[in-house]
């Protein structure tokens, strides 16, 4: 299989020699070396799986990449990151989970002291209307009392 072949992604596989082909594919076919037509890295040469774009094999690899060891260190390198990310994110909602239960405890007990301000101002209330009555009944029966003396005295 020699030839070129065009993608619609805007790269091109050429295959190399076997004797120049050091990597295999997840396939199991020897990888092909192609180059980046379009963006940031145009004309930077890749290794990819001759198959692509027909097969979900995932192959790449830059051509300048020789050391497998600098992968899996990079690859680590990353999760670590990804890991120290996530763990900020979680201390993040865990000081926010504290704020917010501190916040919900100071207004769950100023809900209470309202409920005991209304409670009050409610028998105070009761006592005010209580008052009101008695001071009402005693108008009238001083007004009562009135016309009787006024009428003995009269009579």
Known sequence: MVGNRQSSSG???????EKNQKFRCSCGNYAV????????????K??????WPDTKCEMFRWVNQNNP????????LEKETRICELEYEQQCRD??????QLKKDNLEEDVQEMKNEVYAMRVEMMN????????SMALVFSWIFFAIVL?????
């Open 95 to 100: 000081d926010k989970i504290k704020r917010l």
């Open 151 to 155: 009428f003995y005295l009269k009579f």
């Open 11 to 17: 790269s091109s596989s050429s295959f190399a020699n």
């Open 69 to 76: 060891m600098e992968d899996l260190q990079y690859h680590v």
């Open 46 to 51: 890749f290794y990819g799986c001759p198959l």
């Open 128 to 135: 005010c209307s209580r008052n009101e009555k008695n001071l």
């Open 33 to 44: 070396v192609r180059s980046v037509k379009k963006g940031p890295n145009s004309g930077m």
